[in-house]
């Protein structure tokens, strides 16, 4: 698994960049599948009064690509929203994988003519 963390104006400290990685360890326990992470983090100076951090993520899994991003005052709860969005949508994807509740064509058929 790749992991690529960088900033758009803004430098990445050590700090962040653990902090960060901590995070993913909740996404990894979920899912192991994961091929690749891309994270940035981002500060967008509106006014004085509004400074936004921005954290988006770019995390591919065999088959899919899944995008999410958060906005917030503060750069570490727009981590954690982060996180929080994408440990909803692996999990939602970890069960479409392994939904096994269909039934097999030979059993279909058999009610069916039962019916009729």
């Given at each position: ?19 960060v ?15 690749d ?70 059993h ?9």
């Amino acid at each position: 698994m790749n992991l690529t963390i960088s900033g758009h104006h803004l430098e990445v400290t050590p700090a962040i960049r653990e902090y960060v990685q901590n995070k993913l360890e909740r996404i990894k326990r979920h899912f192991d599948h994961v091929i690749d992470i891309s994270v940035i983090l981002s500060v967008d100076n509106l006014s004085e009064k509004e400074k936004r951090q921005k954290a988006e993520i770019n995390l591919r899994l065999s088959g899919k690509t899944v995008y999410v991003e958060s906005l917030s005052q503060d750069l570490y709860a727009s981590i954690d929203m982060l996180i929080d969005k994408l440990d909803r949508q692996v999990m939602k994807y970890k069960t479409r994988i392994q939904d096994h509740s269909r039934q097999a064509l030979k059993h279909l058929s058999g009610v069916e003519s039962a019916t009729a």
